[in-house]
């Protein structure tokens, strides 16, 4: 593995902090709860996916292309960081957004992600819920790629093996940052969707031997259908880093018990987690990814699977700029 011959774009602010949450741990009287603060990467207000792009738009730079297109849902997080990472390359933005909830409320149709989309000066098109949106993508770029324009295409969530490769650097900064506070963890909690996350933390974790389980809380497919998402992925990723073979089935965990009635549509206990966030430890979670997260890590704390005496790192990747796409489920 040599990360630094791999064509990477500066983009977050790295290393993203590790600090405790002593008022929830409190609270739940339960394990020691740390949190990886990836919320905090920078880009148009942060998230996990700019470790991603940093990979991404290099690739892109390097094909020569003049525009980036990418796909996801209508309050996608993805989606603007995408758009502010070609504003800052001086590259266009195409993005096509699938509405995945039904929702009629003005605020997530325009408001949060898609107002900063926006305001990146990306385009939008938008998309019934259902269709394979990767493949639409590819058939848009095709048809733009045949009047002329060098279009690179990023799928949804920037979950291949090029952009997983900013969460193998991710869990060798994580390494790195507990090595040197002598700080160890019994587990790392976070939210998994498009899979590149976890793919690339477990890839990078496994390839250098760092024992620390790692547990993805689901927010859109079942268990089955995830851990075979993010396995495949991080077998693809650790071939890509020269590391094949190091990632086995058992190393890849997803907990899909959280996701309620769908992706996208908040839960009880998420909007419980992102009020205990709030209050707490004045952090703010998203309703579609990190409080779904965090409602299971809650969940799993007061049901006892993690005990006093362990310490939990809550990987938080961001998201809060669809808070004012859901304001009504907050304010009922
Ligand atoms: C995309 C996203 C995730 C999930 O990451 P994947 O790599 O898609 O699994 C988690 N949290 C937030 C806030 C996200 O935007």
Redesign the pocket.
């Known amino acids: 593995m040599n990360l630094a011959a791999i064509p990477r774009i500066s983009l977050a602010h790295l290393p993203t902090p590790i600090e405790p949450m002593p008022r929830l741990s409190a609270e739940l009287g339960g394990p020691e709860i740390w949190v990886k603060r990836d919320d905090c990467t920078g880009l148009s207000t942060g998230?996990?996916?700019t470790r991603?792009l940093e990979f991404l738009m290099a690739e892109a730079e390097a094909a020569g292309a003049d525009m980036v297109m990418t796909q996801g849902a209508t309050q996608?997080?993805?989606a603007r960081q995408t758009a502010a990472a070609a504003a800052k390359l001086g590259m266009k933005c195409h993005i096509l957004l699938e509405d995945r909830t039904g929702s009629n409320d003005p605020n997530y149709i325009s408001n949060g992600n898609v107002l900063l989309d926006h305001l990146h000066g990306a385009t939008t098109e938008i998309h019934p819920g259902g269709g394979d949106m990767n493949a639409i993508m590819e058939a848009e770029a095709d048809r733009r790629r045949s009047g002329g324009a060098s279009v690179y295409t990023i799928p949804g969530?920037?979950?291949n093996p090029t952009g997983a490769i900013g969460y193998v650097n991710a869990a060798m900064e994580l390494v790195a940052q507990t090595n040197d506070a002598r700080l160890s963890f019994d587990r790392i909690v976070?939210?998994?969707?498009?899979?590149?996350?976890?793919a690339g933390i477990i890839t990078g974790l496994r390839a250098m031997n760092a024992k620390i389980p790692l547990l993805?809380i689901g927010?859109r497919a079942p268990k089955p259908k995830q851990e075979a998402n993010v396995l495949a992925l991080a077998e693809a990723t650790a071939e890509r880093i020269g590391c094949a073979g190091v990632v086995r089935p058992q190393d890849v965990t997803a907990n899909c018990d959280y996701v309620g009635e769908g992706y996208g549509i908040p839960t009880e206990g998420c909007l419980e987690a992102i009020r205990m966030f709030a209050e707490l430890e004045g952090l703010l979670l998203?309703p579609?990814?990190?409080a779904k997260?965090a409602a299971g890590l809650i969940d799993l704390i007061r049901t006892g699977k993690f005990s006093a005496g362990q310490r939990v790192l809550f990987w938080h990747?961001?998201?809060a700029v669809a808070l004012f796409g859901y304001d009504k489920a907050l304010t009922a």
């Open positions: 998230g996990n996916k991603k996608s997080n993805h969530g920037g979950s976070h939210a998994t969707g498009s899979a590149g996350t976890q993805g927010v998203d579609v990814y990190s997260a990747t961001g998201g």
